[in-house]
């Protein structure tokens, strides 16, 4: 069978929910097994996770299921597939022990997860897979090549171009993504979120000059910074920061714990000796002598920092002589919660910051441009994203020269199927 079919469980027309899944003849590989947070109207609901039915009609057809790195878009939902159906899974160090991390915690022991380099070929079931390094704001992130009789198949997975990412956890191999263009890529599928946005993402090296101003500025206050535990890079910056200016740091929320324990573990995350101080410790230091990096960037009910505005949390009390950093962008869906949790602290006379202390780790226009350029693909398939966000994609791709006819902007269950020769639903 010559024909490549492609379809997504999740990942279009919304943000989050990611998982696409790439038929090779018989052979069915997975690609993500993400989560979306819920939107305002679904009340009551934790979050939404894609539908199973096809994989498990097709379990015996599935080869491996591929995760990039350990955010909840493209993770949240590995524990609910794997009730339901048995799979190899292939992912990084640091991913492969977060996965283990969420597992003990559900008492499942899993022993199908293989750990694979950044860059790295595989043979599975008699198909060819290559994966290729992408900067994200995760370590250990990668893009995937299925390699085809008819061309390879190439997810680029979440990622920014940025060229000053000095740690080699973190850097993007764009020769090995240029060397599989020139073996001849049948359909790119490229992160779409940013696709509206000109120019490139600024490097995430800019915000270690931020913090400096901003502590320098609040060094009379107690510093609470919100982020997301599993963005690795930016946690390592706040430490920095804080060791510069002789400040100790704790770091509350179970997943901020987990993930920091995990990381300097296996040498992802640097901490200065005697930087990291347990929570108990806090009240022998002086305030401005103390940073804490928190879970709760998105206005989540039960994080920390929801608990420390709602008066709720047992050991940390936010008041005036507190400054709060958001150094996250809302989740589409999530504004009024973020905007809940920062109107609670400012009634407690907290100085809340939530500007110009975050950057995103998707693609711009001409990063998009990049990999178009490199892989020259015969078909664009945009993923990750808002229809808005898969349209200015498909822009990009007609701008590059791109044949209408070309480029598929897909439905979450729809099939793409195609060859060499033509492509069609």
């Not at 997504?8 to 690609?31: C, H, P, S, T």
């Not at 070929?121 to 390094?133: D, N, Y």
């Not at 995937?144 to 080699?168: H, K, R, S, W």
């Not at 990750?384 to 791109?402: C, F, N, R, S």
Request: charged share 25%.
């Amino acid at each position: 069978m010559n024909q490549v079919r492609i379809m997504a469980l999740g990942g279009l027309d919304e943000n989050g929910k990611n998982m696409y899944v790439v038929e090779v003849g018989e052979a069915l590989f997975i690609i993500e097994a993400g989560l979306k947070y819920p939107e305002t109207g679904h009340l009551g609901v934790e979050y939404i996770i894609p539908d199973f039915s096809y994989l498990i009609e097709n379990q015996h057809r599935i080869k491996g299921l591929f995760i990039t790195h350990a955010h909840d878009d493209v993770v949240g939902a590995l524990l609910h597939l794997l009730k339901q159906i048995d799979v190899d899974i292939y992912t990084g160090n640091l991913t492969a022990d977060i996965i283990e991390g969420m597992l003990a915690e559900e008492n499942i022991k899993y022993a199908r997860i293989h750990c694979i380099e950044r860059s790295s070929t595989l043979k599975i079931s008699g198909v060819e897979i290559r994966t290729f390094a992408m900067t994200h704001s995760f370590p250990d992130n990668f893009g995937i090549a299925i390699m085809t009789p008819q061309g390879a198949i190439v997810y680029a997975g979440e990622f920014i171009v940025d060229y000053n990412m000095l740690e080699p956890s973190f850097a993007c191999d764009l020769n090995e993504l240029s060397e599989i263009g020139k073996k001849g890529v049948l359909a790119l599928m490229c992160d779409s979120t940013n696709a509206e946005r000109p120019g490139f993402t600024p490097s995430e090296r800019k915000l270690g000059a931020v913090f400096d101003s901003l502590f320098e500025e609040h060094k009379k206050t107690r510093i609470v910074i919100a982020t997301f535990a599993s963005n690795v890079d930016r946690v390592q910056q706040i430490i920095n920061t804080a060791y510069k200016f002789g400040r100790k740091v704790v770091v509350e929320g179970r997943s901020m714990v987990n993930i920091i324990e995990t990381a300097s573990k296996l040498n992802r995350l640097s901490i200065p000796e005697n930087t990291l101080i347990d929570i108990e410790k806090l009240k022998n230091y002086p305030k401005d002598k103390t940073v804490i990096i928190t879970t709760g960037s998105q206005g989540e009910s039960m994080a920390a920092l929801s608990r420390m505005a709602g008066n709720m949390h047992r050991k940390i009390t936010i008041g005036p002589g507190d400054t709060v950093i958001f150094s996250s962008n809302p989740i589409p869906g999530n504004e009024k919660a973020v905007s809940r949790v920062i109107n609670e602290l400012s009634e407690k006379g907290a100085t809340v910051i939530f500007q110009d202390a975050h950057v995103s780790g998707h693609a711009c226009q001409e990063e998009i441009k990049l990999i178009y350029t490199l892989t020259k693909p015969k078909y664009a398939i945009p993923v990750h994203g808002e229809y808005k966000h898969l349209k200015a994609q498909a822009k990009i791709a007609l701008d590059l020269g791109m044949e209408k006819d070309n480029i598929f902007i897909l439905h979450s269950g729809e099939v793409l199927a195609m060859d060499a020769e033509s492509a069609g639903l």
